[in-house]
Nanobody, 114 residues
Framework: VQLQASGGGLVQAGGSLKLSCTAS????????MGWYRQAPGKERELVAS???????TYADSVSGRFTISRDYAKSTVTLQMGFLTSEDTAVYYC?????????WGQGTLVTVSS
């Protein structure tokens, strides 16, 4: 499975951005799909994840500002980001995971200017 992420860019603090990730083929609902990010000099961290039939989970730092959603028919997962701050500047990666199987997208850069 190949994951193609898009939607990154430069945005002013307080603004919004929507990231999308499309899979090359249908992904079972049993897979957890999510978004991770890695800021300069920091480790990669989970931002949000969603498995079929479950409530989404969010990192504390983005809860209430970001929303993750999946379109199973289109094999996409999106991350709607709002009230962005400079702390959200990072490369964002989409991920599909089931047990020991994990697929990663290529990453899309989000830069928030203050």
């Amino acid at each position: 499975v190949q994951l193609q992420a898009s939607g990154g860019g430069l945005v002013q603090a307080g603004g919004s951005l929507k990231l999308s990730c499309t899979a090359s083929r249908s992904i079972s609902r049993t897979y957890t799909m999510g978004w991770y990010r890695q800021a300069p000099g920091k480790e990669r961290e989970l931002v949000a994840s969603l498995m079929g039939g479950q409530l989404p989970t969010y990192a504390d730092s983005v809860s209430g500002r970001f929303t993750i959603s999946r379109d199973y028919a289109k094999s996409t997962v999106t991350l709607q980001m709002g009230f962005l701050t400079s702390e959200d500047t990072a490369v964002y990666y989409c991920n599909a995971k089931y047990r020991e199987i994990a697929y990663w997208g290529q990453g899309t850069l989000v830069t928030v200017s203050s």
